[in-house]
């Protein structure tokens, strides 16, 4: 039999959950197959006829793709005054771009250049881009001799290394920056077009991308940059076509595209899928347009991967070998009807020798006769030639069209691949722990043995392996990352193999003695939390849910709280009506009220409403006056309520229940701050929309990031700066000198940056405005001072580990919450700092919001430590989607990551950046710990043996704290390991079987890579947390 201690037990259990959801996100986000080799610019025979390849167009093309370009600030607003007019007066055919999510650069690129629809996986890679090994236009180009240069978003040189003549990379994620790193495209222009000896030049510019994710597509600042770009496409589009009627390149066509890679949503970031992510504007400028074929009606609706294909035939090249996307037909001046019907042909065999690699039985499917069908109109076009020119090609070219869209459609159904076999076990594996977590947790034990019996390790093996072999074995369940032969691969399926086994016989060696565990609710307040937790998970079966996740979030807490306001006021009233049985002669009936109340406030209810000890005096039971339930005073907890609530005897002496003074009826005071902090939870939600639904209404935040209005928001951030130093806790220690410089500093970068105006100066704008650099950097260094004093703190607390004095450790704890209560002041300046200008007015309210619940809520209620740990992870929840984010990766505020930094630092970036995104919940599980001290603290200090003993009692009805503080801070990481666990199970569970849903990478992929990042935080939380076990038992 091997022992394990709870906290090596729980540790273990940590780190299988993150391998086993770590492989289960291998499984469900695998790369995307492709075919080898490239596409070939040769003829095709269509029965006796043969197919030449279309001429090329332009001799000279250039790309200016503008990060973050919305379809609605060309079309709608007209904010580009020479490409209106450019459409307007019929030089230019034009679309409406749709891009495929996820909307950010890297997979952009690779659908604008391949005509290919990049994975989900690609968010990920997009922040360490990877050579493109698939076939694609740029690559065609080099193969055919074409020279082609580049200057902009760096992901260009790093995806087509050695492709470019000349080139000048600048990183995309610096994104405090908007002018520098446009300037350093447009510096090259007037040299290239100077030069003649390149065929293809590349402009991607970011400024306007930057823009948004600094302050919004509302800010004045978008309507020069717009300006900005289309004086550049102006002036590009005048030299070329100066070039093209004089001497130097006389007779030769030029072409101009303007795209965006894709758009941005009303809150300036991007990555989700809704229309304001996934339109963008694509528009072909040449001269050529004039003497367009006006009896063609173009389909203005396109994908993004149509430009690929249209691109290669305008530009004589080959088109790319994985294509799905088709040539559009309208931009294709110049050609005629038969050339237009050879680009088409080639187009769609292409495709279908694609479909022929990746779809089943093809030749059955509809979309397959939609291509014979066209393919038949074509050929019977072409056999007959007295009818050429009599015969309208453009229904051809329509049927054409209507094969390849359905056609594409079958095959990029087709390409995704599972990692079946991964994604299964690792459910299982969650499983598993989840199961092992559970029985350990019921079990009510402080150590977790397991029987190791030769027999059942044998059985298992044997199935484990034959199982692993059947799958390997399987077409269908084959997976490269588990059935591999490399050695990362045999180390992943030793540790699945070993998990396994593990927790099997740990499952199996689990005895049920102590059924009556504390875990199992017994309490209005602990059941609420049982039911919300379970409820919470099973919402994610529903895409709905997981959309507005955030209502079941605020839903939950506001109910909380109601529900504990109305525990206390009835804990309030009993406890009133005890006083009032003081004055009356106890007769039968008295008895036998007496006897009812003693039985009430015995279980678990009453223990919640009317607290566990009294800090104010009253130490006697309320009962002590009835000579009959003298024996019984012991079982009944004293009121821990206000001194304004404890009802002396000479006001009962001279009023009865009907006329008693107001003030005394009700707990007002826990009423007025109870109310309050629901009104500020209210007030949070009303600051950032968020979710699906309502994401695009108009908040508080909307209006505070007006021009017009920065004076409010000076006067907004300059307030809650000082609600913040007052609401923290005002000390005269260092701690606190340094929260109050740090605070000082914060506010002084956010004038600095030009975000706000100074409190006295409130109406005039600095006209001086940076980066910020020096200021953020100090409030780091302030932060970083703040913690090396918690940890000289923890160092003179494991010192002194060993002394057992009462006084002793009353010290220690008092030196342990004093430390936790320094990281949490260090905490709220990196909150401060990071979030956004708006939502320094949250953090505020976040803050008072948490007095307010430990002084009415935790402080009166006493929840057990694992109870505690299931409400602050609620708290947390709902900061972390009132600080504006959601489930989808738009939400998430890039510019934070690049606070204090001159340059992009990948790992300062994302360190950052998680910093920021889950500032809330962080708060909130430093918070927790910051409850189980001062709730230990307090029992410390209290002499009186029967406040103990109700103590003790209490912790019985899951109320209360009568135990260390290190069986607290366990259950706690245990409580959070179950949340954590069982929603993992079920998602992945819900996943798996609807991998092939509509709203696969639009709802349930990003939410996965939410609940690992979560999952992340909340490890690192719980080793921290196990860690300062150390430090305090």
């Known amino acids: 039999m091997i022992i394990f201690s709870k906290r090596l037990f729980l540790l273990l259990i940590l ?321 005629s009807g038969e050339e237009k019907l050879s680009a088409m042909y080639i187009n769609s065999q292409q495709i279908v020798k694609l479909m022929e690699k990746s779809v089943p039985d093809f030749d059955k499917d509809s979309s397959y006769d939609l291509y014979l069908h066209a393919v038949n109109l074509h050929k019977s076009y072409l056999d007959d030639v007295t009818m050429r020119s009599k015969t309208d090609v453009s229904q051809i070219l329509h049927r054409y069209e209507s094969s390849m869209e359905a056609m594409s459609r079958k095959i ?90 593990f927790l099997t016989m740990m499952v199996l060696s689990v005895r049920l003695l102590h059924t009556k565990s504390k875990w199992f609710p017994k309490s209005t307040l602990t059941r609420l939390l049982w039911i919300g937790t379970i409820f919470h998970t099973l919402s994610f079966g529903s895409s709905s849910f997981v959309e507005e996740e955030h209502q079941t979030w605020y839903f939950f807490v506001m109910t909380f709280n109601l529900v504990a306001m109305a525990v206390q006021v009835r804990g309030h009233v009993t406890s009133v009506w005890l006083n009032i049985f003081q004055k009356e002669k106890i007769s039968g009936s008295g008895k036998a009220s007496c006897d009812k109340l003693t039985e009430e406030l015995t279980n678990g209810d009453m223990y919640e409403q009317i607290g566990t000890l009294n800090k104010n005096g009253g130490k006697e039971s309320r009962c002590r006056n009835f000579t009959n339930c003298k024996q019984k005073k012991s079982q009944v907890p004293s009121g821990d309520f206000d001194q304004t609530l404890h009802l002396s005897d000479n006001i009962i002496s001279k009023h009865s229940i009907f006329s008693l003074p ?163 002041r260090s905490w709220i300046l990196l909150m401060t700092l990071l979030l956004r200008t708006h939502n320094t007015s949250l953090v505020a309210m976040v803050i008072v919001q948490e007095v307010l619940l430990w002084r009415f809520v935790v402080g009166k209620i006493r929840l057990s430590a694992n109870y505690l740990a299931v409400f602050c992870w609620w708290m947390g929840q709902a900061v972390f989607f009132q600080q504006g984010n959601s489930n989808s990766i738009s939400t998430v505020d890039v510019s934070a990551g690049y606070v204090g930094l001159q340059d992009y630092q990948p790992v300062l970036v994302g360190l950052l950046l998680f910093c920021s995104t889950y500032a809330g919940p962080i708060y909130w599980l430093i918070s927790l710990v910051k409850y189980i001290l001062l709730l230990r603290v307090e029992q410390d200090n209290m002499g009186n043996e029967q406040e103990r003993h109700i103590v003790k009692e209490s912790s019985k009805t899951g109320t209360g704290t009568g135990t260390s503080i290190k069986t607290d801070l366990l259950e706690c990481v245990q409580a959070l390991v179950l949340e954590r666990l069982s929603t993992l199970v079920l998602y992945c569970i819900v996943v798996t079987s609807q991998r092939y849903h509509l709203f696969v990478w639009t709802v349930f992929s990003p939410k996965l890579l939410y609940e690992g990042m979560l999952t992340v935080m909340m490890s690192i939380a719980s080793f921290v947390i196990l860690l300062f076990v150390d430090v305090v038992k």
């Open 412 to 501: 990029s159904g087709s390409l995704t691949t599972y990692n079946l076999y991964g994604m299964l076990l690792a459910t299982l594996l969650l499983s598993l722990t989840l199961v092992a977590c559970i029985l350990s947790t019921v079990s009510n034990s402080q150590s977790v043995s397991i029987l190791l019996s030769p027999p059942a390790i044998i059985v298992i093996s044997v199935l484990v392996i034959f199982g692993h072999m059947t799958c390997c074995t399987s077409q269908s369940f084959h997976s490269t990352t588990l059935c591999g032969r490399s050695f990362t691969n045999i180390v992943m399926q030793l540790i699945a193999f070993g998990s396994i086994l």
């Open 662 to 824: 107001w003030r005394y009826l009700l707990p007002w005071k826990q009423i007025a701050g109870i109310f309050t902090a629901m009104l500020l939870g209210r007030c949070m939600r009303a600051i950032n929309q968020t979710g699906n639904k309502w994401l695009d209404t108009p908040d508080l935040a909307d209006w505070l990031m007006l021009p017009q209005n920065k004076g409010a928001l000076s006067i907004l951030v300059f307030g809650s700066h000082l609600v913040i130093l007052f609401a923290s806790g005002v000390q005269c220690d260092i701690e606190y000198a340094c929260f109050i410089v740090g605070q000082y500093t914060c506010y002084k970068y956010r004038v600095t940056t030009g975000a706000v105006n100074t409190f006295w100066d409130i109406n005039t704008s600095s006209n001086f405005v940076s980066k910020g650099i020096i200021e953020a950097r100090v409030v780091f260094c302030v932060v970083l001072f703040m913690n090396l004093l918690t940890l000289i703190k923890w160092c003179r607390l494991l010192q002194n580990k060993f002394l057992l004095l009462s006084e002793k450790k009353r010290k220690r704890g008092l030196l342990a919450l004093k430390s936790v209560q320094t990281l949490q």
């Open 15 to 335: 780190l299988i959950q993150l391998y086993s959801f770590g492989l289960f996100l291998l499984g469900f986000f695998p790369l995307k197959q492709s075919l080898p080799g490239t596409g070939e610019n040769r003829n095709l025979t269509l029965n006796t006829h043969v197919i030449s390849y279309p001429k090329k167009l332009y001799n000279r093309t250039v790309i200016v793709l503008i990060d973050a370009l919305r379809s609605d600030f060309i079309y709608e607003h007209e904010q580009m005054s020479f490409v209106n007019e450019q459409i307007g007066g019929g030089n230019a055919d034009w679309y409406i771009v749709k891009a495929h999510p996820p909307t950010v650069t890297l997979p952009r690129i690779k659908a604008l250049t391949s005509g290919t629809i990049p994975g989900f996986v690609d968010v990920v890679l997009n922040f360490d881009s990877k050579s493109l090994t698939e076939d694609n236009l740029i690559t065609q180009a080099y193969s055919s001799g074409r020279r082609v240069v580049f200057y902009g978003d760096d992901t260009w040189i790093k995806l087509f290394p050695g492709r470019f003549v000349r080139s000048d990379g600048t990183t995309s994620f610096f994104v405090t920056d908007y002018t520098e790193v446009d300037d350093n495209v447009t510096r090259h222009i007037d040299t290239e077009l100077s030069a003649l000896d390149w065929d293809l030049m590349i402009l991607h510019y970011l400024g306007l991308d930057h823009i948004g994710h600094t302050v919004g597509p509302t800010s004045p600042l978008v309507q020069p940059k717009l300006q900005e770009m289309d004086n550049i496409i102006q002036k590009i589009y005048k030299t070329l076509e100066k070039q093209a009627c004089g001497n130097l390149l006389q007779g030769e066509n030029f072409l101009i595209l303007v795209c965006g890679d894709h758009g941005m949503s009303d809150q300036g970031s991007h990555g989700g899928a809704s229309d304001r992510e996934v339109l963008v504007p694509a528009v072909f400028l040449s001269p050529s347009y004039k003497n367009r074929d006006k009896t063609w009606k173009s389909q203005r609706d396109i994908l993004q991967i149509d430009l690929a294909p249209t691109l290669s035939v305008l530009m004589g090249l080959p088109i790319p070998n994985n294509n799905l996307g088709q040539v559009l037909v309208g931009a294709l001046e110049g050609l």
